[in-house]
C-alpha cells in the first residue's frame, strides 16, 4: 500500500525532501552501526540512561539497571542546555570522562549532547554517538561540524521543526560526508499543555516514508511524565519506531534535572518487558 | 505507578478536571453499551465505514466489509460539515434511512453525526450513537441537547481543544444527565502540514488517567493518510485506546469525500488482522 | 504595491478564496450599514460594552459610557458561550430585552451573540447585528441560518481557524443571500501562554487584500489583559482595520465574566482619545 | 493603569521573569548606544538593509537608500543560517569587510548575524551590533559568548520561544556582564500558512512590562510579505516598539535570498513617511 503512495507528491503536504537522505536515491535502508549495535534493522535498539550525569556512582547505577533490563546504549548529559542560565549546566569533560569509565565497565556504548561547535572535537573522544539536540536543530554551523566527524549523530527534531526542516537538518550532517545519521521524534510545541510537548508518532511512518535514516522515539522528553512513558513506548514501537531513547535514573526523586520525566530501575524493566510483547506482535525483534 | 502520581497535580498541567467525568468522582470506568456493544471493557471496539453516506449500495458494500473483517459498528455520515459550502454536504435524512436500513441488514449499530440542535431529535430516531464532530465540540446548545437523549454520544475532540476544554465539554453532556459518552482523539492542528492534523495519543493515556469516560482515537482524519491508518492505529491499541473509528470505503478512488484517507476493505482485513495481535500484546480482546 | 502582487498566488499561502467573498469578484468595498454607522468606509467604528447582558442598571451605564466616548454600537452578550458548564450562561432573552431597552434609551444600535440556530429568529427580533462567536465559526447550519436573515452579523475567526477556512465560513453566509457580513480577527491559539490568545494583526491586511468585507479587531479576547487593550487597538487601527470591538464595563471589578479584560469608562475615554490620533495618522477619520 | 496591573502575577500568565532582566529590578529603561545612536528612547529607530551582503554595489545602494530615507543602522547578512545547505550560505568574512566599507563609506552603523562561537571575535571586528537570529536564540554558549563581548547584541525571539524562555536567553547574555541587549519580535509559528510566521505585536507590550531591555520588531520576517511590511511597520510602532528592522533592497527582484520580503529604496522611502506620522500620533519620534 506504501508503495502506491509514495511517488504521490500529495502525502507529503508539500514537503520537498532534499537528496541524499531521501529515499528515491538510496532504496535499501542506512543502518548505523555503534559498536557493533546496529540501529536501523528488525531489531528494537533502547537508549537509556540519565538525563545528566551527576556522578560516577549515579551513573554507574543507573547504567547497570539499563544494562540488566536490555538497554544497549547509555545516555547521559554533559554540556545540558537549559532554559534558566541558573540551572544545572551539566559537569562538562568531567562528566564525559565519568561517561567513559562507565561505558567502560559495562561495555554499554555512550551517547551524549554537544551543543556547541568548539566541543565537538572533545565530545567525539569520549562519545560513541554525537547527540544534536532539539534547541540545536537549526544550528547549521553545528550540523556542519558533526557531519565532518567520523561518529554516528543523533539528532533530534527541534520542537517546532516541521518534517521538511527537519530532513533538511539531517541533509546538512551528510552533505559534509557523515550518513550515520539517527533521527528522533521527540515531541513538538502545540497548544495543549498537559504534557511537556505533544509527541508527534505520526512523524514515524512518515519520516520513514521519505528518507532511508532510522527513527527512533523519546517518550520522556515527549510526554514529560514518568507514568506516560511506558505506554508512549509501546505505542512508538507499534508505529514502527527502530528504536527508544528514555530517561533512566537509580534514584529519579533525586535527579539535578528531568526527576519528574525518568523511569526508576524497576519501572525500566516493566517497560522492557512489555516493549518486547509489542514489538514482536509488529514483526519486530528485541 | 500511575496510582502513586495521581493525586500529583503538577501532572495535569494546570488541567481542573470538571466533577461529573473525573476519575476521582466515579472509580471504575464508564462502560457504554450500544445494543450489547460494549465500549471501554478489556476489549478493543472497531467502528468503520465511509465518511459519507452516498447510496445504499455503497453504504451496504462497505458495511460489509466492515462486519467481515471484525468491525462492531458502522459510520457514515448523512449531515457533513465541509469547509465549503460548495462541497457535497450529505444525503440528510434520505442518508439516515439508508443507514439504518443497512443497520438491520448486517446487524450492526450504527454511528452519524448530528450538527444542529433542531436535528437531533430525528438523528436519534434513527442512529444508535449520535457523534458530535470536531467543529462542533465547543458547541454548547448541542451538547446539551445531546445530553438529554437516551443515546450514547461519540464526542470528538476539538482540533484546536486542550484536555481540559475536551472534558468541560463532556461534562456539558453528563450534567444534563446522559453518562454514556466515548471520547475520541482525532488529531489537533499544529505548525506540521505533511499530515492533516497531529494525533496526540498522548491525549489517551491523559484522558483515561483523568476521567473514567471511553477513549478511542480517529486515524483516519487524524493522519488524513490513507497509508498511515494501519500504523497509527496500531499505535493507538497500544498507546491504551478502547476503540477506534476508522474511514472504510468499498471503493476509495471513487468516495464523494476523504477518499485518500479511507481504506479500501482488503486494507482494512489487513489492518484488523495486524491489530489484533497488538491488542492481545497489551492485554486487550479484539 | 499591493496591486502589483494582488494576482500572485504566492502570496496567499496556497489559500485559495471563494467566489463571493473574494475581492476580485466585487471590486468596491462592502459597506455594512447598521442603522446609519457605516462600516467598511473610512471612518473607524468603536463597538464596546460588557462581557455579558447581567442587569439593566449594568447595561445602560456602559453604554453611556460607550456612547459618551464616541462608541457608536454597543455590545453585550445574553446567550454566552462558557468554557464550563458552570459558568454564568447569560440571562438569555431576559438579556435580550434589556439589550433593546438600553438601546432605546441611547440610541446605540446593539449586536449581541447567537449561538443556536434555534435562537436565531428570537435574537434578530432584538438585534441590530447577529454575532456568531469564535467557536462557531465552523458550526456551518448556524452560519446558513444567519445567511437567510436581513440583518448584518459578526462573524468572528474561530481561534485556531485559517485565513481560508475563516474566508469559506463567511462564504456559507454570503452563498445565503446575506452579504452584511463584518469580519473580526479576536487572536488564534498558539503556544503562547503570556497573551489569553495571540492577537494576529496581519490577517487584517491579509483579509483585506482577498476579500471585500470589512474587517475589525478584538483586542480584548485577543490579549485577554486590560492593559494591553490601548496599545493593541491603536496597532490595529495603524495596520488597516476598519473598527474594533473592546470589552467596557461600568465596573470591571465586578463583571460576571471577563472582568480582567474589560476596560472601565475612564480607561475607554483614554483609548478613544488616544486611538483617534492614530486613526487620523494613517488617513482615517474617527 | 499598567502600575496598577503591574503586580498581578496572573498578566503574566505563569511567566517567570529572571532577575537581571526584570524591570523590577532596573526600573529605568536600557538605553542602547550604538555610536551615538540610541534605542530604548522616545525616538523610534530604525534598522534597514538586504537580508545578505551580496556584492560592494549592491551593499553600498542599498545602504544609501536606507539612509537617505532615515534609517539610522545599517544590516546586512555575511552568515546566513538557511534551512537548506544547497541555498546561498552568504558571503562569510569577506562580506564582513564590504560590510565595515559600506558603513565607512555611509556612517551608518552595521549589525549583523552571529551563528557559531567561533566566530564571535571575528564578527565584532567588523559589526557594531552582533545579533543572534531566530534559530540560535536556544543556542547557550552562543549566548555566553556575545554576552562575554563589548558590543551591544541583538537577540531576535525563536520562532518557537516563549516570552519566559526568551525573557530567559536575554539574561543568559546580561549574565556574562554584557546589558546592551535589543530585544526583537519577529514572528512566531503556528498553524497560519499565509503568512510566512504569525507577527506576535502584543509581544512588544509584554515585553516592556516585564522587562527594561527595549524590543523592536522585524516586520519583514514576521509577515515574509512586502506588501504587508508598511502596514504591520504603522502596527508596531502604535503598539510601542523602540524600532523596526527591515529588509530593504536596491532591486529586490535579483536578490539572492528574501527578496519577496524586500522593500525597494521607493517602497521604503514611502514606509518610512507614513511610520512619521504614526510616531507623532503616539508620541514618539521619528
Same mark, same amino acid.
Given at each position: 500500500?506504501?508503495?502506491?503512495l509514495?511517488?504521490?507528491?500529495?502525502?507529503?503536504?508539500g514537503?520537498?525532501?532534499?537528496?541524499?537522505?531521501?529515499r528515491k536515491?538510496?532504496?535499501?535502508?542506512?543502518?548505523?552501526n555503534v559498536g557493533g549495535i546496529?540501529?536501523g534493522?528488525?531489531?528494537?535498539?533502547?537508549i537509556?540512561?540519565p538525563?545528566?550525569i551527576?556522578?560516577?556512582?549515579?551513573?554507574?547505577?543507573?547504567a547497570k539497571?539499563?544494562?540488566?533490563?536490555?538497554g544497549?546504549?547509555?545516555?547521559?548529559?554533559?554540556f545540558?542546555?537549559r532554559?534558566?542560565?541558573?540551572n544545572?549546566?551539566?559537569l562538562?569533560?568531567?562528566?564525559?570522562?565519568?561517561?567513559?569509565?562507565?561505558?567502560r565497565?559495562?561495555?554499554?556504548?555512550v551517547?551524549?549532547?554537544?551543543?556547541?561547535t568548539?566541543q565537538?572535537?572533545?565530545?567525539?573522544?569520549?562519545a560513541?554517538?554525537?547527540?544534536?539536540g532539539?534547541?540545536?536543530?537549526h544550528?547549521?554551523?553545528?550540523?556542519?561540524e558533526?557531519?565532518?566527524?567520523?561518529?554516528?549523530?543523533?539528532l533530534?527534531r527541534?520542537?517546532?521543526?516541521?518534517?521538511?526542516?527537519y530532513l533538511?537538518?539531517?541533509?546538512?550532517?551528510?552533505?559534509?560526508?557523515n550518513e550515520?545519521?539517527?533521527?528522533?521524534e521527540?515531541?513538538?510545541?502545540?497548544?495543549?499543555?498537559?504534557?511537556?510537548?505533544?509527541l508527534?508518532?505520526s512523524?514515524?511512518p512518515?519520516?520513514k516514508?521519505?528518507?532511508?535514516l532510522?527513527?527512533?522515539?523519546?517518550p520522556?522528553?515527549?510526554t514529560?511524565?514518568?507514568? #506516560?512513558v511506558?505506554?508512549?513506548s509501546?505505542?512508538a514501537?507499534?508505529v514502527?519506531?527502530?528504536?527508544?531513547i528514555?530517561?533512566?535514573?537509580?534514584?529519579?526523586?533525586?535527579?539535578?534535572?528531568?526527576?519528574?520525566q525518568s523511569?526508576?530501575?524497576?519501572?525500566?524493566?516493566?517497560? #522492557?518487558?512489555?516493549?518486547?510483547?509489542?514489538?514482536h506482535?509488529?514483526g519486530?525483534e528485541?
Amino acid at each position: 500500500m506504501e508503495s502506491d503512495l509514495y511517488n504521490d507528491p500529495a502525502i507529503m503536504g508539500g514537503c520537498s525532501v532534499p537528496i541524499k537522505v531521501n529515499r528515491k536515491t538510496k532504496l535499501e535502508p542506512t543502518i548505523v552501526n555503534v559498536g557493533g549495535i546496529r540501529i536501523g534493522t528488525r531489531e528494537v535498539i533502547v537508549i537509556a540512561g540519565p538525563c545528566a550525569i551527576e556522578s560516577h556512582d549515579q551513573l554507574l547505577e543507573s547504567a547497570k539497571a539499563v544494562k540488566q533490563s536490555g538497554g544497549k546504549i547509555l545516555r547521559g548529559g554533559a554540556f545540558k542546555p537549559r532554559t534558566s542560565p541558573y540551572n544545572f549546566q551539566g559537569l562538562g569533560e568531567e562528566g564525559l570522562k565519568m561517561l567513559q569509565a562507565v561505558s567502560r565497565e559495562t561495555e554499554l556504548p555512550v551517547v551524549t549532547e554537544v551543543m556547541d561547535t568548539r566541543q565537538v572535537e572533545v565530545v567525539s573522544e569520549y562519545a560513541d554517538i554525537l547527540q544534536v539536540g532539539s534547541r540545536n536543530m537549526h544550528n547549521y554551523p553545528l550540523l556542519k561540524e558533526v557531519g565532518m566527524q567520523k561518529k554516528p549523530v543523533l539528532l533530534k527534531r527541534g520542537m517546532m521543526a516541521t518534517i521538511e526542516e527537519y530532513l533538511l537538518a539531517a541533509e546538512y550532517i551528510l552533505n559534509q560526508g557523515n550518513e550515520q545519521v539517527i533521527l528522533c521524534e521527540r515531541g513538538i510545541r502545540t497548544f495543549e499543555t498537559t504534557t511537556r510537548n505533544t509527541l508527534d508518532l505520526s512523524a514515524v511512518p512518515m519520516l520513514k516514508h521519505l528518507t532511508h535514516l532510522p527513527v527512533i522515539v523519546d517518550p520522556s522528553h515527549g510526554t514529560g511524565h514518568r507514568w #506516560m512513558v511506558p505506554s508512549l513506548s509501546r505505542a512508538a514501537v507499534a508505529v514502527g519506531a527502530d528504536g527508544l531513547i528514555m530517561e533512566v535514573h537509580y534514584k529519579p526523586e533525586d535527579a539535578l534535572c528531568d526527576g519528574h520525566q525518568s523511569l526508576s530501575p524497576n519501572e525500566f524493566a516493566d517497560t #522492557m518487558a512489555n516493549l518486547k510483547k509489542v514489538a514482536h506482535a509488529v514483526g519486530r525483534e528485541m
